[in-house]
Nanobody, 127 residues
Framework: QVQLVESGGGFAQPGGSLRLTCTGSGFVLDDFAIGWIRQAPGREPEGISCISSHDVDGDYSESVKGRFTISADSAKNAVYLQLNKLKPGDTAVYYC????????????????????RGQGTQVTVSS
C-alpha cells in the first residue's frame, strides 16, 4: 500500500523559499509518477507539478513555472519541490500523490490522482 508523507512547509515572506519533501513507503519511486497538488482556502485543488522516470525534467503549471523546481531521489524514495520567489498566492496546503501508471497526467487532471496522498503540508506566504 502506497503511503506518502509531505513535509517542509512553513511560513515564508514574499520572495522567500521553502523546500517540500514527499517521502513514502510501499512503492518503488521509479515505478510511479509523483505529483504535487495544492489547495488554497476557498479554492479548488490545483495540480502544479509532476515528475516521473519518463519525464525527469518535470511538468509545471503556469502559476509556478520558473519559480518551483521538482526533483527526485530514487535512493531515498523521495520527491522534492523547491519553492522560490514565493508569493502570497502560493499560500495553500500542498499534497503529493502517486500515479501508478508511471506517467505524469495532464496537470489539470493531477487533482484526480489520490493514491497515497497524505495529510499535506501548509505553506503560508505573508509579510
Amino acid at each position: 500500500q502506497v503511503q506518502l508523507v509531505e513535509s517542509g512547509g512553513g511560513f515564508a515572506q514574499p520572495g522567500g523559499s521553502l523546500r517540500l519533501t514527499c517521502t513514502g513507503s510501499g512503492f518503488v519511486l521509479d515505478d510511479f509518477a509523483i505529483g504535487w497538488i495544492r489547495q488554497a482556502p476557498g479554492r479548488e485543488p490545483e495540480g502544479i507539478s509532476c515528475i516521473s522516470s519518463h519525464d525527469v525534467d518535470g511538468d509545471y503549471s503556469e502559476s509556478v513555472k520558473g519559480r518551483f523546481t521538482i526533483s527526485a531521489d530514487s535512493a531515498k524514495n523521495a520527491v522534492y519541490l523547491q519553492l522560490n520567489k514565493l508569493k502570497p498566492g502560493d499560500t495553500a496546503v500542498y499534497y503529493c500523490a502517486a500515479d501508478p501508471s508511471g506517467y505524469c497526467p495532464p496537470l489539470d487532471s493531477l487533482v484526480l490522482v489520490t493514491t497515497g496522498r497524505g495529510q499535506g503540508t501548509q505553506v503560508t506566504v505573508s509579510s
